[in-house]
């Protein structure tokens, strides 16, 4: 149940006139130490403007390093028309969100999707608030609002050469009606968006400050460190906590069906008392499950002849027994963890007016709420969720909300006190939400003249949705699974997809760029193709786009960039491949060079991107830059399973990139404008295929199955 | 009672002497700028310096820092922002910013030892893990400061 509430009784009862709740609205924790600001009015419900002019712009997304923060900042504050040197932000407050019905719209960060599916609001919001300022002003001269005009922050009336500033006329703007359809500007005029002002985040981030959720502290707070059945699924069977109970610190033992918590005054404390916590878990039906059960499984169900159909163009089985050559592959790719480097973590406190806080990392604030109304048993309105900054999210900090839940059970346990959980990483390595592994078959039958005229693709892979999101699957298919062999743009006559759902119980989620796995598919054996009869890669991909296909466009444009089938340093090879989504278009050429142990180096990167819109080209090359390093990881990660648990256990298993292993990266915006598309994983599609078939072309074999064994060529 | 001089200011922390100094810091002092990553010193989020040294806190008892100078990111420059964190806003290095503290400690020790580092030094003492990616710009931001310019980067 929601409650109605005005907007002047939202701002007496949120604080934002005169009291000291609005400053819980800020995310920083460091802020609540700060003296209470003075009054000021919301003038729409994403913009506080104070009476010094400071700007207060409202995020109801999450910032964990993607930029966007800044981004949706800078589409407001291009519409307002104010001093960007005057802007700061603060999260929406999901509790005031649902009091207030969903006035923030979406709250979930994920999918590339922050800006491109906000931008028309919040533009609208910058522009309606504009004119309500300058309507103001008008009113307050007794001039016509046409006649005036803003800028900078700055209301002018030339003809009367009289000037105001928008924190003068703030109250009063904040009491007119707000335009639903201002008149946006055209992206060509922009003056805030589309540049590259430093990212709003970054000071407090050097100096150290605690904006994380690991970094909440609270009067009084406790720690609790968390052991969860190794084996998916399985149960605590019995627990023994005798001599944890006596160490130092320790203030109670949390015992839950799937888990059991310490707590302690201090986590290490509390992480060291669990270790001597003797648990007898109930693995449950799982425990024989490994990596080669899950690869027979795969194996069997592409024989199956019951699937859910993806794609269906012509006759691919016709047309490949009728084809001049046949090649096939079969591709695989293993589990993978996120490896944030904040673990995962959640503070909540069950105070004694009956109400629940909650402070954690996470990527949908709502969700977060909803998990912990769920978990505590209270009414949404007497929880409330503090956005606090990530420490990485790729996708494990939305739709599970495990470490929320747990948080709020432990706590509950201690109801009066704060209590802060912190997974060990060895905990965060083994309980993840693992980008699926697959394994795909695909066939293509070519003409005499090289030409594709068939292609069938059979993908057996776990599904994400069926976990995290049942009711986004649709006859049988899911689209993470299925993406980028069900929407291939190349035109082949004959194109058949088949999608094979298996579903092991290792839990699945949505690691940055959900499917990408089918990119590097894909993009590899096109280039298997096109080796085999005989053509150039980039001409053959070009052959089978349509002009106009904005595909082709980024595919040229990387190409030109990287000056293909132009000489390399010696032991230099290219490899290159196209794939879109997330709204954008994208293309990549990776040179590389592989030494004689076979080691793979990636020397420079040139991406291509097409996302219509670029809002702040800085952060989008940011954003280029970590998903090339973030997936060249791949060539040596990955989770194995073993007696149905996760072997690996921290970094010296699964071991992420280091700097030496950087590569140059060259962004291309080829931006064609009319669209919004993403950039937080768009870059990500392209990084395995591109080297990989660089691999193909220094040294001719081709990489079907990753990681890398021992991390080399062999 | 161990005795620790943390950011110029003596504290006396009655604590189990193995206990690592990140959780000292972390949860004893309420500084929350140096990060838990790893507990094994494979991440460098936890990097601090002792007498001057990069260390990582996570795997140093806090008992053997006793009488030392630690160094943490709250203390390394006071009041305002040291070369290093200047250059690391310039070429906005950042991204999730979790592990930025400790690649500004790692860093600005390294800087201290040798103003002008080669790509090959950097490696050597760059061993910081960044989940977001944020390497090339740690590299720029790092031979920005040896060359003595705070250099505006293109936007």
Known sequence: MTTTISRRQFLKASGAIGGGLALEFSMPVAALAQPALAAAPEVTHWIVIYPDDRVVIRVARSEMGQGSLTGLAQLVAEELECDWNKVSTEFASPNEHVKRKRIWGSMSTGGSAGIRTSHEYLRKSGAAAREMLVSAAATQWNVPAAECTAANGVIT????????????????????????????????????????????????????????????????????????????????????????????????????????????????????????????????????????????????????????????????????????????????????????????????????????????????????????????????????????????????????????????????????????????????????????????RMKAGVDASGKLVAIHSKIACPSILALLRPEGIKDGLDFTAIRTFSDSPYTVANDQVDYLMRNPHVPVGFWRAPGLQNSFYRECFIDEVAHAVGKDPLEYRLSMLKDGDKNKGVLQAAAKAAGWGTPLQKGVFRGIAISDGFGSFTAMVAEISVDPKGAIKVHRVVFAIDSGYVVNPDACRAQAEGNVIFNIGQLYQANTVKDGRIVESNFNDFPLPRIGEMPKVETVFASTGGFWGGHGEPGALCVMPAILNAVFAATGKRVRSLPLKDGVVA | MIKLNVNGKSHSLDVEPEMPLLWALRDELKLAGTKYGCGIAQCGACTVHVDGEPVRSCVTPVASVAGKKVVTIEGLARPGLNKVQMAWIEHQVPQCGYCQTGMIMAATALLAKKPKPTDADIDAAMTNLCRCGTYGRVREAIHAVAGGKPAMKKA
């Open chain 1, 157 to 440: 009336h030339a003809p009367s050469k009289r000037k105001t500033s928008y924190g003068k006329v703030a109250q009063a703007a904040s009491k007119l009606d707000a335009a639903k359809e201002p008149k946006l500007k055209d992206p060509k005029d922009w003056k805030i968006a589309g540049q590259s002002p430093k990212r709003l985040d970054t000071p407090e981030k050097v100096r150290g400050k605690p904006v994380f959720g690991i970094d909440v502290q609270l009067p009084g707070m406790l720690h609790a460190s968390i052991a969860q059945c190794p084996v998916f699924l399985g149960k605590v069977k019995s627990v023994d906590s005798a001599e944890a109970e006596k160490m130092r610190g320790v203030k109670g033992i949390v015992r839950q069906p799937d888990f059991v918590a310490v707590v302690a005054d201090n986590w290490w404390r509390a992480n060291q008392a669990l270790k001597k916590v003797k648990v007898e878990w109930d693995p449950g039906e799982n425990a024989a499950v490994s990596s080669d059960t899950i690869l027979a499984l795969f194996k069997q169900s592409l024989d199956d002849p019951k699937v859910a159909s993806a794609r269906k163009i012509g006759d691919a089985p016709g047309a490949l027994a009728t084809a001049a050559k046949v090649i096939e592959a079969e591709y695989y790719s293993p589990y993978l963890n996120h490896a944030t480097l904040e673990p995962m973590t959640s503070t909540a406190w069950f105070k004694d007016d009956g109400t629940l806080d909650v402070w954690t990392s996470t990527q949908n604030g709502e969700a977060s709420l909803a998990t912990a109304s769920e978990a505590s048993g209270l009414p949404l309105e007497k929880c409330e969720v503090h956005k606090m900054m990530l420490g990485g999210g790729f996708g494990r900090r939305g739709a599970a909300q495990d470490y929320v839940k747990q948080s709020v059970l432990i706590a509950k346990q201690f109801a009066g006190k704060p209590v802060k959980l912190v997974w060990s990483r060895e905990e965060d390595m083994q309980h993840g939400f693992y980008r699926p592994a697959s394994l795909v």
